[in-house]
Structure formats: C-alpha cells, structure tokens
C-alpha cells in the first residue's frame, strides 16, 4: 500500500487530495491546524500541529511507530517514510487578503518557515520520498500582466521576477527552496503553479475567499439586484476548477517532470464576466457598482502549452459549470447557517 502525507489537509485544496489519494487505495495522514471545515476528513490519520514548529514537523513525518486513527478504532505499525507528499500549506486568502500589504509580514514568515521547516526534517528522515509544492501565479512578474487582453504568464516568463505581492515573492522563494534541496541533495520535488483554484468546500465568507466564492455569494444575498465589485470590473483572471486541479496535480506526481509548471484554466474571463455567469446561476438581474478595493494585476491567464507538452493534460470544464456547481454549493451553505449578515453583501 502506498503511503502520502497531505500537509494543509484542512484547507480547500488539501482535503479533496486527501479525497482522491484514499480513492486510489492510498494510506493517508493529514496535517493541519484544524479539520477540514465542511466535511468529514477522508485521512486514515489526521493529526493538529503546527508546521512552523520545527520538531513537530520532524514527528509527523517520522512514519516509524504507532499511528491511530481518529477514534482510536485501531492501530497500524509502520516501517517506512512516506512515498509521497503533498505540500498545500501556507498563509493565504484572496485579493482583500494578500493585496492589502497588512498581512505581508505573517504571509513570508509563516509560509516560508513551514517550507523551510518540511524540507530539513526531509532531508534529515526519509530523502527518498517525494515531495509536491503547491505554487501560484501570483509569483509571475506584474510588468506582464498589465495589459487585461494579453498577459504573459508562461513559465519561462518568471524572470526578471517581479511579483505584485509579499505574497508572490514568498512563492517564488519557495520554489527555488524546493529545486535546490532537489540539486544539492537528491530529494524528488515536484513544483506547480496554481491559477485560481475554486470549487465547493472553500473558504466562502470571511474576508479570506476568493472572487468565485466572494461573488456568487454576493449574488446570491442580493435583494436589490446590485452587488459591488472592487474597481471597474475589467480585470481579468482564469479560474480552474477543484477537480481538474486534482487530476493535474497527480499527473505530475505521477510523472518525471519536476515543474515548474502551469496549473490552470486558459478560459480568460473578466471580473464583470464573471458577475454574469453567477447571476445566471442564480437566475437573477445583477448589476455590479464598482468601489475601490485591491485587485491584483491587470490580467492574468495561464499558459498551458507547457503542460500539454508533459503531462498531455489539458483543463476541459467550461468556466460556466463550475460556478453553477459553487453557486449552487454556496446557496446550501446559506441555508444550513440561515444566514443573514449584511456585512459580506
């Protein structure tokens, strides 16, 4: 039986692996600092820790010893390191998180710290397992997403860096942080760069969500047919859905290409657009009032042709289904909560 270690198993991206891998027979252990918020975990161990800490991190990923699952049901010894595993872990959100330049300082220390903190105890316990790094797009440089139709977000555009946030340079320091301990020390990485990741179990109120979530919520509370948006709406971004993100991902895991690579959608959409496909989600008239707020880059899109030529993959869902899956996903999370608050319309 192959073993993995899915690090950020609470979160978003985190718990669907954990989903995917027991769905191909995988023994898993998830680590986080909480459970996953909307769902049961699928992990046959899961563990609260603190990745910035770094003797917890040397004991989870020390599989010799006793594990126990979480209603102490049974008890499995093992022998081995971890075949594999999986790196979502870091301090983020959307735009009104990471734009803002109140968070930097915790976004660089905590996300590189828990990097820093997993690569030794690597290094130190089993070099010969494998290793995925969750990326992002915010790491490409902001002079080539300045034009909204045409943004150059291919890999070999990374350089000269210049990303447009404490939150992209700290990616792009990671990223390098994984190559190198590849280089000097033989340990298997693989690197990805995600490009709005979205789909149902996100984060979809609190000032860390995303513009998927953040909008089709905003839809879907509206009684007066408007909603705002941050600036004029014509900014544009890709938008990738949950499980095609998953299958890429376990394509590259799968696959002797290091990466970096693009994981994304090319289904370029503006900001306004996007306000659209969710008020015909909702069967509903919605006319956006722009305000000021932070919004990224001008443009951003990702560029595939690196992965097609690897991995022979390819995005294939329409931006359209999607958001009727997250919106309708969203309408069933209001409803649960019967919620009401103004403050997020």
Request: net charge negative.
């Amino acid at each position: 039986m192959k073993t993995a270690l899915v690090l950020g198993a609470g979160g978003f991206i985190g718990s669907h692996m954990v989903r995917r891998l027991k769905s191909e027979g995988y023994w898993v252990r998830g680590i986080d600092l909480k459970f996953p918020e909307f769902s049961k975990t699928a992990a046959d161990h899961f563990l609260i820790g603190d990745l910035r800490i770094p003797h917890l991190v040397k004991e989870f990923i020390r599989f010799a010893g006793v594990a126990r699952d979480l209603w102490d049901n049974y008890s499995l010894e093992f022998d081995k390191p971890f075949d594999e595993i999986y790196q979502f872990a870091a301090d983020m959100g959307g735009a009104g998180y990471i734009f803002t330049g109140e968070h930097d300082a915790d976004i660089m220390h905590n996300s590189a710290t828990i990097n820093l903190n997993l690569l030794n105890a690597v290094k130190e316990y089993s070099p010969q397992t494998k290793i995925f790094y969750s990326s992002s797009a915010c790491m490409y440089p902001a002079y080539n997403q300045e034009d909204s139709e045409n943004p150059i977000c291919s890999e070999s555009s990374a350089y000269p860096a210049a990303p447009d946030s404490e939150y992209g340079w700290e990616k792009l320091f990671s990223e390098r942080l994984y190559l190198t301990y590849n280089r000097n020390y033989g340990i298997s990485v693989r690197v990805a760069r995600y490009h709005n990741i979205f789909g149902p179990e996100g984060t979809w109120q609190g000032g860390k969500e995303k513009a998927p979530a953040a909008i089709c919520r905003k839809v879907a509370l509206s009684k007066n047919g408007t909603i705002e948006i941050w600036g004029d709406g014509e900014q544009t971004r890709s938008f990738l859905y949950i499980d095609e993100c998953i299958e890429a991902t376990r394509r590259l895991m799968d696959s002797d290409f290091i990466g970096p690579v693009n994981i994304g959608s090319e289904e370029m959409v503006t900001i306004n657009e996007l306000v659209e496909l969710a008020a015909k989600a909702a069967n509903k008239q919605i006319n956006p009032i722009h305000i000021n707020g932070p919004i990224g880059v001008r443009g951003r899109n990702s560029d595939n042709n690196l992965i097609r030529e690897k991995l022979s993959w390819d995005y294939s869902q329409p931006l359209e289904i999607g958001i009727k899956k997250i919106y309708d996903w969203i309408i069933s999370q209001i409803e649960k909560s019967n919620y009401n608050d103004n403050i997020y319309k």
